[in-house]
């Protein structure tokens, strides 16, 4: 047995756990970003996509020519340019096919290739496909030294490093994609207008967002839509490369019979399954949650027609949308971050001017590769044509040195003087080529190759004339795709929000009914159905009894107060039912500690209320300014123990009437009391023991009334008034004969 030998000792190494993670991290992110995730500024494509184009090229796949089996195309795309899985390679060749998807799609596909409604493509072995005359300019010249080619993955072959690209694909079909720490999300553009802000552009190479804007106003979308995003915001977007874009379905109404009307949609937000929507709709409709809506159904067919019912002919149609538009993907949101691949190498987040200028850029490095390639091409075949033109002036030499000659080449090449190049082409020149070979064709051609030589040489030469031919190609380009025709007319509109002032949406989101809400003392509270209920026969728990009663609508927001002098704030619509006692109010709000409930009213917009203390200390607040927006409610009035908040009258009038534990009442202006959204306030009456009983406000054209327990009303003039109006702050005087005992001005 052979001695075990001792470890190398450069075999176990110790390794630093951080620095090679980053290190490995750093080239996993760095793959991620150039190889996956970010399309190229100058063709807008990712290697993915670049590669299924390029194999439907070498496939000779043109939009002429026969469909092949998208098997072929994704077969040849894996074994030679983009070792991934097969899957992966299919979504993407499908996504390049889909008309909902891309706006100008690059792949024309014949079989199933998915819906708008999510449904999945066929199998690769069902479908078939070719190029778009989109795709065939993205290729154009490819073959013309147009752009540098790298090696494949096994470096059997070579590949595009980018398209030549004569369309700006970038901005016309978009792109989105989630790398490692970045991302990127462009929507689709118009190209008739993009060419338009190109074509600016040149003209103008300093133009900002704003100016191109006039060009290009906005997204426009494979699926229509209406964009109502504010264009200031819009301008911010295009300027940073940051923001994004608000879509709406399209839609309108369509009378129905006995005198109803259906909203009929007919574009959807870009990105949106429709059959996810109806699904979403339909379980709003179940949740009670939209109670405008009575029935969705979707007619579509190869057409977007979405019907949605009214729940009665009263409901206002846009009421109704904008409800749907909070709480479905009627509307969408498309987030605009062109994060691209500057020149393919660096990601950059690029403003619409900066998109435009890159692929500019490289459209003028592409005409100048092709211009030098052709002049290459021309200046070989006027050395061959100067050649057959020696052979055609000395043919019978010619044929006598290639007949008997040892090396005839050698000896055309010194007989002649012809360059190596010339000897060859005559040499392989067939014996049926001769009669072709007359005088008056060759100079025809050489006359003809020397004129695009010249022109070609004044165009490398001249940068007015290189941007001058690139502004004929976009101009040949818009054209194609102009706005009056089928494939450019924008579909996607632009409209204005309506004001969300004067929809009172969240009582949209609630079928509106009439409730009675009971309040027992210990706080337990509960919604009886209609505004007829017998408060006599209510029970409650033992110890407990009615505290108020409030006939509201389920619609109705409700105001709590209690002694810390926080509001809360109650939706008619979730409080629980008039079954049992109810439940706790403050299992719905977090009531402090030791604290009880004071008073609770209905929410009106735009009322107000004197808000007092037990001390007497109150303001003026806004009920606007008691919206409690979490459970915590909102801090309004600022007591200190052992005092705490004892009232929130409504303050309609021009004069306040407060009454203290001592029996005295004052009346004062309501004007000497400030208007607050939170505070102390000020001091309404002055008390030796005790404190404030009741307050009221009242207007003095009105006078002054209250309700004794027998449930009359006594009403007292001004005049009779006179001897308990003073300045607030003031002591008052015993109250009037007649008022209740119990110093409330409601008994």
């Known amino acids: 047995m052979a001695d075990i030998l001792p470890p190398d000792e450069n075999e176990n190494q110790i390794v630093d756990l951080k620095k090679a993670l980053e290190e490995r991290y750093l080239s996993y992110a760095l793959s991620t970003i150039t190889q996956r995730a970010l399309p190229d500024v100058r063709d807008g494509l990712k290697p993915v996509h670049r590669r299924i184009l390029y194999v439907m090229h070498l496939l000779k796949l043109d939009p002429r020519q026969k469909y092949k089996k998208s098997a072929k195309v994704v077969g040849d795309v894996i074994g030679s340019f983009h070792p991934h899985g097969d899957q992966s390679i299919y979504d993407a060749l499908v996504r390049l096919a889909q008309d909902f998807a891309l706006r100008y799609p690059l792949v024309d596909g014949q079989g199933n290739f998915g819906s708008i409604d999510g449904d999945s493509a066929a199998a690769y072995r069902y479908t078939e496909a070719r190029m778009t005359d989109v795709a065939s300019r993205l290729l154009e010249g490819i073959g013309e030294n147009a752009v540098d080619f790298i090696p494949t993955f096994d470096g059997e072959t070579s590949q595009p490093a980018v398209l030549p690209a004569n369309f700006p694909n970038l901005l016309a079909n978009g792109a989105s994609g989630i790398a490692v720490g970045m991302a990127t999300s462009i929507p689709p ?9 190109a074509l600016h552009l040149i003209h103008n190479p300093d133009a900002t967002a704003a100016d191109l804007m006039q060009f290009v106003p906005g997204p426009d979308f494979p699926t229509g839509g209406i964009i109502v995003e504010p264009k200031e915001d819009m301008a911010k977007a295009y300027e940073t490369g940051r923001g994004g874009f608000r879509v709406r379905a399209r839609w309108h109404t369509e009378d129905a019979k006995r005198g109803t009307y259906n909203i009929v949609v007919t574009e959807m937000a870009y990105g949106v399954q429709k059959s996810k929507l109806v699904e979403k709709i339909a379980d709003l409709l179940l949740a ?11 007619e579509s067919a190869e057409d977007v027609r979405l019907v949605l019912e009214p729940r009665s002919r009263t409901v206002d149609p846009v009421v109704l949308m904008e409800s749907l538009f909070r709480l479905t993907d009627l509307e969408n949101r498309f987030s605009l971050n062109m994060n691209v691949l500057d020149d393919g190498i660096v990601p950059r987040v690029m403003g619409l001017g900066d998109v435009l200028r890159a692929w500019l850029q490289h459209r003028k490095t592409v005409l100048l590769r092709r211009s030098r390639h052709r002049l290459d091409q021309i200046d070989k075949r006027l050395e061959i044509l100067s050649g057959y033109l020696i052979a055609f002036l000395n043919l019978d030499e010619v044929i006598r040195i290639i007949r008997f000659e040892d090396h005839p080449k050698a000896e055309l090449m010194s007989r002649f003087s012809l360059t190596d190049g010339q000897a060859e082409a005559i040499l392989n020149m067939r014996l049926r080529a001769l009669r072709k070979l007359e005088e008056i064709e060759i100079r025809t051609e050489h006359d003809k190759l020397s004129e695009e030589k010249k022109h070609l040489e004044d165009l490398l030469a001249s940068e007015r004339r290189q941007w ?12 194609a795709f102009g706005l009056d ?28 009914e009439p409730i009675t809400v009971v309040l027992s003392q210990k706080g337990w509270i509960r919604a009886l159905k209609g505004h007829n209920a017998d408060l006599s026969a209510l029970q409650f728990k033992s110890g407990d009894k009615l505290k108020l009663a409030l006939k509201v609508q389920t619609t109705d927001k409700l105001l709590m107060l209690t002694t810390s002098g926080r509001i809360y704030t109650l939706g008619a619509d979730g409080l629980p039912g008039g079954r049992g006692h109810g439940e706790p109010v403050r299992i719905m709000v977090e009531i402090e500690e030791g604290h009880d409930i004071v008073d609770m009213f209905v929410y009106t917009p735009g009322a107000r209320r004197l808000i007092a203390s037990s001390i007497g200390n109150g303001f003026i ?36 009437a407060v009454i203290g534990q001592n029996r005295k009442m004052l009346i004062f202006p309501l004007s000497q009391l400030p208007v607050m959204g939170r505070g102390k306030g000020v001091r309404l009456q002055k008390y030796k023991d005790g404190g404030i009983s009741d307050a009221s406000v009242f207007s003095a054209e009105t006078g002054m009334t209250w309700t004794d327990s027998s449930g009359r009303t006594f009403t007292r003039s001004m005049q009779e008034l006179a001897e308990w109006i003073g300045e607030r702050a003031g002591a008052g005087r015993i109250r009037p004969t007649g008022f209740p005992r119990n110093n409330r001005f409601k008994g």
Request: glycine share 6%.
């Open 485 to 512: 025709t089928p494939a450019g007319k924008r579909r996607t509109g632009f409209a204005e929000l309506p004001d969300s002032e004067d929809f009172d949406f969240e009582a949209a989101m609630i079928e509106k």
């Open 468 to 479: 001058g031919a690139i502004a004929s190609q976009i101009t040949e380009l818009q054209q």
């Open 288 to 298: 009670r949650k939209l109670p405008l809506l009575k029935d969705v159904r979707d």
């Open 621 to 656: 607040v806004s009920e606007d300014d008691m919206i409690a927006n979490t459970r915590k409610g909102k801090k309004v009035l600022n007591v200190k123990e052992p005092h705490e908040a004892r009232l929130c009258v409504p303050a309609s009038g021009d004069h306040v």
């Open 189 to 197: 553009h118009n190209v008739a207008e993009l060419c338009e802000a």
